[in-house]
């Protein structure tokens, strides 16, 4: 006769027989992190990413919580610890942390307003310059964005020795200004002659992104265009970076992650153009396959530096 005493029994021997990832991820997971590369300054990142994550926090069910990462580095030793479950790349962080080892796999990148999920690296300098070409460049000051950058550094220096050109012994001096918006800021103040920086759009780039915030001004106070820059030279296309999650996560909450990002364009479209001023179509999925050629990027340009 089954009783109420055996009943219990049965479920609580069924529920240690059970493989871990049945098991509520809950008690596991109570909180994750969401850590984000620095394409632009800190409060411009909390800005931009914090109605997505109260979004996950509601699609997935624990608290999301946000970490603006002081450099690019930062974001791929979180992962490497454990201490960061979810990352938003660029391509060759991404990329750079696979290479190295991080158990981290892509899931969504984002497709831009021309219709395809990358972008492109370019060379700004100011339009009222004296250079048009990268010769007029020889000798001059350039701003890149950090190692780890695709389009502020990685990029580049691949693409222009593929023509010919060696970044550091084109330019006078190289120095990385930490984000997107330092190097264009570089230029802007001077500092910099030209300055390595993402590309998505005519209408999507780095220095539109500023403008929108009020970051660019003429010296009477004006707000500077995009007219105001000038593109000396433009890279291949490149895949955009993906936000990602750790391989190790349990497969119910790893579905969980996967299902709140596909949907987020539609289910809440503010969060979804939050992330872009609202250029942005939607989400592409994607796999390691999509990254393959910036590792393959990665090793050329190591083996490059090991030779210099």
Not at 136 to 151: C, E, F, K
């Amino acid at each position: 006769m089954l009783t109420r005493r055996t009943l219990a029994a049965a479920l609580a021997l069924a529920l240690l027989a059970a493989p871990a990832g049945a098991q509520d991820w809950r008690a596991r997971y109570p909180e994750l992190t969401l850590a984000v590369i620095p394409a632009e300054n800190a409060s411009g990142t909390v800005d931009r990413y914090t109605p997505l994550t109260a979004y996950l926090t509601k699609e997935i069910g624990v608290p999301v919580k946000l970490r603006v990462a002081n450099d690019y580095a930062a974001v791929i030793e979180g992962q490497r610890a454990g201490n960061i479950q979810l990352a938003f790349y660029g391509p060759a962080s991404f990329a750079r942390a696979v290479m190295t080892g991080v158990k981290t796999e892509p899931v969504v990148n984002q497709k831009h307003d021309n219709g395809v999920s990358g972008y492109y690296s370019v060379l700004y300098v100011k339009a009222d310059s004296p250079y048009r070409t990268l010769e007029d460049l020889r000798g001059r000051n350039l701003a890149l964005v950090d190692p780890n950058s695709t389009s502020g550094n990685q990029a580049p220096r691949f693409f222009l020795q593929k023509a010919g050109h060696d970044v550091d012994k084109l330019f006078g001096k190289t120095f990385y200004a930490g984000s997107h918006e330092n190097a264009v800021l570089a230029l802007v103040q001077g500092t910099a002659d030209a300055a390595a920086n993402l590309w998505n759009s005519e209408n999507d780039t780095a220095v539109t992104r500023m403008i929108t915030k009020g970051m660019l001004k003429n010296p009477d106070g004006t707000p500077m265009r995009q007219s105001d820059f000038r593109v000396v030279f433009k890279s291949e296309f490149l895949p955009e970076g993906p936000f990602a999650m750790l391989s190790g996560l349990p497969d119910d909450l790893k579905n969980a992650v996967r299902q709140a990002f596909v949907a987020l364009p539609t289910r809440d479209k503010a969060a979804f153009d939050r992330l872009s001023d609202g250029k942005d179509q939607g989400f592409t999925p994607v796999t390691m396959k999509d990254y393959q050629p910036i590792i393959e990027m990665l090793r050329y340009n190591d083996e490059q530096r090991k030779r210099s």
